[in-house]
């Protein structure tokens, strides 16, 4: 009961993180399901839904098929698909139902692609965790299956693009300024990880100059990349008027810190661009900022203030906890704060609040994102 919503709609679950992570892929997705989870996906999760091409499919679980299985069924849907549709890939998503009753949809995806030859993936999402952990674990497995290293000489620095989901950012042209916006440094897009993302991309994000993670989901991808190919990377969101950025490119920025609660502002948003905002505050004032976490808070880029806020119960109680004189959050938050002397700055997440403001994010590179940092400083 600890994650019961009453003023709060259900967040974004991994099975939309996963079919985000892929929804640029060309391939086919088929979430494994009786047609409610694709429906949130599809219709609450997904801005670029409405106007796409993009082959996502339901398998339509029915009470018999729980019971009995029938995995051949769906796959046999599904080759016959893809010698129609001439996918890139193939991937099995999971749901509560094929968590429940155990269905292998590694298996499937296995079987699926000894019929038909295309790259196949199960991804045992289940709706249990959220939409990071879903595109994380996408990303990691595709650069797993597909990544090479290549001898080609370099003509001009690159850079990868990690966790770039419209979850996040939006489907109002933030991705594609941000993209804009380093290439004007002199580095060509290596790859987007995931608006934009083609399996070419995939193989050849070895061979950029650095990665830039630009939200929690590209985290463990970055790691990956480095590892292998001993690719650097930087935590960074790019704003308007802020240098902070081009200082992580360069390897010259010192973050300043500022500890302490009382008085300060509390920023409840997706962790990488949350940090973003509270460096850009730090050059601007010694007010102290605490990210939360409604997904988790990713340790290794977390300062000690930082918190988890894992239900609407505990975020009803931090926000109106007397700590904060500011709390910048997706608009619907906005319904739990009970203290009139703090003051409330909305920052949508479609994670949070879906469809209802997904067109009224901010030019993150534009006056409408500095115009918000000032108004949380007055």
């Known amino acids: 009961m600890s994650r019961l919503c009453i003023d709060l709609p259900p967040f974004s679950p991994d099975y939309s993180g996963a079919a ?15 047609s409610g989870c694709t429906g949130n996906y599809t219709g609450f999760d997904e801005p670029r839904w409405l106007g796409s091409r993009s082959a996502v499919f339901c398998s339509g679980m029915r009470r018999m098929d729980a019971v009995l299985g029938n995995d051949d069924k769906f796959i046999e849907k599904t080759v016959e698909a893809a010698k129609s549709l001439n996918p890139s890939v193939i991937a099995y998503l999971g749901s509560p139902v094929p968590m429940v009753i155990g269905t292998d949809l590694e298996g499937m995806a296995a079987e699926t692609e000894n019929l038909c030859g295309v790259p196949s993936f199960g991804f045992n999402t289940t709706g249990q965790y959220y939409y990071d952990k879903g595109a994380s674990d996408v990303f990691v497995t595709l650069i797993k299956r597909f990544a090479k290293k290549s001898d080609k000489p370099k003509e001009t620095k690159s850079a990868n693009v990690l966790g770039l989901l419209p979850i996040d950012f939006g489907n109002k042209g933030n991705a594609e300024r941000i993209c804009s916006y380093i290439e004007s440094f002199g580095y060509n897009v290596n790859s987007s990880f995931a608006i ?32 292998k190919f001993g690719v650097p990377y930087i935590c ?14 360069n390897g010259t920025y010192n973050a300043k810190s500022v500890s302490g609660n009382d008085g300060g502002i509390l920023i409840i948003h997706e962790q990488v661009f949350a940090n973003s905002i509270r460096e850009e505050i730090a050059e601007k004032s010694d007010i102290s900022v605490t990210v939360a976490g409604l997904f988790g808070i990713e340790k290794s880029v977390s300062m000690e203030q930082d918190i988890t806020l894992p239900n609407e119960t505990a975020v009803k109680n931090e926000i109106n906890s007397g700590k904060y004189s500011v709390i910048l959050a997706d608009p619907l938050i906005k319904k739990l704060l009970k203290r009139d002397n703090v003051k409330f700055v909305s920052l949508p997440h479609v994670a949070v609040s879906s469809k209802l403001h997904w067109d009224e994010y901010p030019d993150y590179l534009g006056q409408e994102m500095s115009d918000i940092i000032s108004v949380c400083l007055e």
């Open 20 to 34: 985000a992570a892929l929804f640029d892929l060309g391939g086919i997705v088929v979430m494994h399901d009786a």
């Open 196 to 227: 934009g993302l083609q399996v070419e991309q995939i193989e050849r994000c070895g061979d950029a100059d650095i990665s830039i993670v630009v939200s929690k989901s590209g985290l463990e991808a970055a790691k990956l990349i480095e590892k």
């Open 236 to 249: 960074a969101v790019p704003l308007h008027n802020s240098d902070i950025f081009e200082k992580k490119l």
